[in-house]
């Protein structure tokens, strides 16, 4: 949305909407801006959750993992959880064969992983990343 659309929507001029978003910029409430790509049309259509347990819940096997797997590109979202699983991640893939690769030459080689359990997704039902503020 540009600017001028912004400030007629909330009922300001430019100039002072201008400020206002720069400012939630620089304090960080506003992180960045990003296209949204259609994980279909780029041929990444299987998306993918994955349960994993570590063998030891320390601080040094936590901050391990996250490290790992911080720049592999098919994961797209990755939560330190409660509960029986340690992460949740969210894949993306072209298909099974690729999935099978990134298991077996990525996350089944990182230490301290005891167990791994993937679910495929069979469709979107909702998505955004729209916060409800």
Known sequence: MSIQAL???VGLTTSPCSRRVR??????????????VDQTT???PVSVFISIKLERQREEELDRFSK?????????ECYLMTGQRDYLM????ADLPA???????????????ASIESS???????YTNVLPI
């Open 99 to 113: 999935y099978e690769r990134f298991l077996k030459e990525k996350l089944t080689r990182l230490e301290g992983v």
């Open 68 to 76: 790992s797997i911080a720049s592999w590109p098919e994961v797209l």
């Open 90 to 93: 969210r894949v993306v893939c």
């Open 7 to 9: 400030a007629e929507r």
């Open 23 to 36: 400012i939630l910029e620089e304090v960080g409430v506003i992180k960045g801006y990003v296209a949204v």
């Open 42 to 44: 780029v041929e990444l």
């Open 120 to 126: 495929f997704a069979l469709g979107q039902v909702k």
